[in-house]
């Protein structure tokens, strides 16, 4: 069977705020984590150690690690704070590069304040100071949140904290001759002290460079598979990847939700997680020849159909023997569909069967009986002009299994059955298959049907109740003469009528007084001539025996409810373990 794969890639540009320049902004969050003398108490709070007062404690937010932050053009810290009355803390945003990341033994007296852009606490443990300006015992053992903005380009920054909708302090386009801002940190220098300090985040803005970008197929271990798609950027790039990829003749399918992924300078490679698909036979998106689409990202694919069957359309391979899944992706709303056959007018599977397909996934199971060359066109309501495609986004075939036509047995026991394909019933599994070969008085004789039958074929299959049936599918098979069982492959309307009868249970009710819909699959009765309103099931093997006399001397009669009768009347009856017929 051929197989085949194509490729796609899709790239959108972040807003141009300027001749060959990008600006990107990006957002996290960090830890504020314990580092010298200090235990974090995991509850947002940390404590000094007791002897904090002979070397400063340290406990930092460390957002040095971040790839680019000192080349950004701005950065804006936030964090909340508690400092209690009578703590000796002092907590301020530093340059990594200038203040390092550990007390480095420094003491009370050799306190570290190059590099430091602004700091709030106090010396003394009386006042909340910020950068020794305005002091204010009422911001003490309140939930401050600080937000500090630094203009790396000037070298200024900006501060405010609030409690609420009350503003503590602010400050305003402050000069700084240091480089960067890349660590929130908290000294003291008291021992057995408690800050409260968390939800530390950070947002920055530069403006991108060339860069080189990839995005990788790995498995579920994260073994590299292959490389999707690489490239060269400038701006933010999304890549958009199929949803299926084939490696070496195998396949595999991404475990992702969507089909895309974007790559910036910070983050330049991508991966996205595949596994093995055994099921899938053939995969088309956007560069099929005759398509032009973005698969799975909205984009429209266009089968150029022509105007017959014969040649037209999307060609999608030859497939062996078996049952098939086709799917696809309606990306508009529309009145068109997809045609699924074998170069000739013959539709093996129909993709948007309303004919006023809305947007969204379709699925339609079909059987091969025989190796098929198979071709996808577009239809409109007139199938002898399929000459238009829906706009459809992709195209996917999996193998599901051999060629069989499954069917489920009714809680009664029985099931009406009909197969839009000749089935071989002497390998039926899970059932007998019957048809009706005579219809008299009340009754109906099913006589048992083997061999290769013809497609439409009305049948009833018996078994147990609920069971499972499998049938396989052959290429041909032959009419049942004197069937009365009509089969619909399609879905049909019945009006009320006195010769038609549905299948009830263990018996046929007729239709005269009302009409039915009967599904694609099942079958009814055309009894004409018969006036009963309901019809009991009489199978064709059982014994007919023609008076009383000859049916009471056989032996012990019972009734079908298990009582035995002294005097039998037309009916059915158990004799000897077998059924038999009065007549």
Same mark, same amino acid.
Request: negative net charge; hydrophobic residues 35%.
């Given at each position: 069977m051929r197989k085949k794969l194509l490729k796609s890639l899709l790239v959108t540009a972040a807003l141009c705020v300027g001749a060959n320049a990008w600006a990107e902004t990006f957002t996290g969050s960090v830890s504020f984590e314990a580092k010298s003398r200090i235990t974090n108490n995991n509850d947002g709070t940390f404590t000094t150690a007791g002897n904090a007062g002979n070397g400063y404690a340290l406990a930092l937010a460390d957002l040095s690690g971040v790839e680019n932050i000192t080349g950004a053009s701005s950065v804006t810290l936030a964090f909340d704070v508690n400092i209690p009355s009578g703590s000796r803390w002092n907590v301020g945003i530093g340059d990594k590069n200038v203040r390092g990341d550990n007390a480095n033994g420094s003491s009370k007296s050799t306190y570290k304040t190059e590099g430091l852009f602004m700091s709030f606490g106090t010396t003394d443990g009386k006042y909340f100071r910020v950068n020794g300006g305005t002091n204010n015992t009422n911001a003490f053992g309140v939930d401050a949140h600080c937000t500090f903005t630094f203009d790396v380009v000037n070298k200024k920054y900006s501060y405010t904290i609030t409690n609420g909708e009350t503003n503590l302090f602010s400050g305003t386009d402050i000069n700084t001759s240091v480089s960067n801002a890349t660590v929130v940190e908290a000294y003291s220098w008291l021992g057995n002290s408690t800050i409260k300090i968390s939800n530390v985040s950070y947002s920055f803005?530069?403006?991108?460079?060339?860069?080189?970008?990839?995005?990788?197929?790995?498995? =579920?271990?994260?073994?590299?598979?292959?490389e999707i798609v690489a490239g060269v950027a400038e701006e933010p790039t999304t890549v958009v990847y199929p949803y299926a990829i084939s490696i070496e003749?195998?396949?595999? *399918?991404?475990?992702?939700?969507?089909?895309?992924?974007?790559?910036?300078?910070?983050?330049?490679?991508?991966?996205?997680?595949?596994?093995?698909? =055994?099921?899938?036979?053939?995969?088309?998106?956007?560069?099929?020849?005759?398509?032009? *689409?973005?698969?799975?990202?909205?984009?429209?694919?266009?089968?150029?159909? &022509?105007?017959?069957?014969?040649?037209?359309?999307?060609?999608?391979?030859?497939?062996?023997?078996?049952?098939?899944?086709?799917?696809?992706?309606?990306?508009?709303? &529309?009145?068109?569909?997809?045609?699924?056959?074998?170069?000739?007018?013959?539709?093996?599977?129909?993709?948007?069967? @309303?004919?006023?397909?809305?947007?969204?996934?379709?699925?339609?199971?079909?059987?091969?009986?025989?190796?098929?060359?198979?071709?996808?066109? &577009?239809?409109?309501?007139?199938?002898?002009?399929?000459?238009?495609?829906? @706009?459809?986004?992709?195209?996917?075939?999996?193998?599901? &299994? @051999?060629?069989?036509?499954?069917?489920?047995?009714?809680?009664?026991?029985?099931?009406?059955?009909?197969?839009?394909?000749?089935?071989?019933? @002497?390998?039926?599994?899970?059932?007998?298959?019957?048809?009706?070969?005579?219809?008299?008085?009340?009754?109906?004789?099913?006589?048992?049907?083997?061999?290769?039958?013809?497609?439409?074929?009305?049948?009833?299959?018996?078994?147990?109740?609920?069971?499972?049936?499998?049938?396989?599918?052959?290429?041909?098979?032959?009419?049942?003469?004197?069937?009365?069982?009509?089969?619909?492959?399609?879905?049909?309307?019945? =009006?009320?009528?006195?010769?038609?009868?549905?299948?009830?249970?263990?018996?046929?009710?007729?239709?005269?007084?009302?009409?039915?819909?009967?599904?694609?699959?099942?079958?009814?009765?055309?009894? =004409?001539?018969?006036?009963?309103?309901?019809?009991?099931?009489v199978e064709g093997e059982t014994n007919g025996i023609s008076n009383v006399n000859a049916m009471q001397n056989a032996g012990e009669v019972y009734n079908l409810q298990g009582q035995r009768m002294v005097k039998a009347v037309k009916g059915l009856y158990i004799v000897n373990g077998k059924k038999v017929v009065l007549k």
């Open positions: 803005e530069y403006t991108a460079a060339s860069y080189n970008y990839s995005v990788n197929a790995v498995d =579920e271990n994260g073994n590299l598979l292959k003749g195998e396949w595999y *399918t991404t475990t992702a939700s969507t089909f895309g992924v974007t790559v910036n300078a910070l983050n330049p490679t991508a991966t996205v997680t595949y596994v093995k698909d =055994e099921t899938i036979v053939a995969f088309f998106e956007e560069t099929t020849p005759g398509t032009n *689409t973005a698969y799975s990202n909205g984009g429209t694919m266009h089968a150029n159909a &022509g105007n017959s069957f014969n040649g037209s359309g999307l060609d999608l391979g030859t497939f062996d023997a078996g049952k098939y899944q086709i799917s696809t992706y309606f990306t508009e709303n &529309g009145n068109r569909g997809l045609y699924v056959h074998n170069n000739t007018e013959t539709i093996i599977a129909n993709l948007g069967l @309303d004919k006023n397909s809305k947007a969204g996934k379709y699925s339609v199971d079909f059987v091969l009986v025989k190796e098929t060359n198979l071709n996808l066109t &577009g239809y409109t309501n007139d199938k002898n002009k399929p000459n238009q495609s829906a @706009d459809f986004d992709y195209i996917l075939i999996r193998k599901i &299994g @051999d060629a069989v036509i499954d069917a489920t047995i009714g809680a009664a026991g029985y099931s009406s059955f009909a197969s839009a394909y000749a089935v071989n019933l @002497d390998e039926i599994e899970g059932a007998t298959a019957y048809y009706a070969s005579a219809v008299a008085s009340d009754k109906v004789t099913l006589t048992k049907a083997t061999g290769a039958v013809a497609a439409g074929t009305g049948l009833i299959l018996k078994g147990e109740a609920n069971a499972s049936v499998t049938i396989p599918a052959v290429a041909e098979g032959s009419a049942i003469e004197g069937n009365k069982l009509v089969g619909c492959v399609k879905e049909t309307v019945l =009006e009320k009528n006195a010769n038609y009868y549905v299948l009830v249970g263990d018996e046929f009710q007729c239709l005269d007084q009302m009409g039915a819909t009967i599904p694609a699959g099942k079958a009814y009765l055309n009894a =004409e001539g018969t006036t009963d309103a309901r019809l009991s099931i």
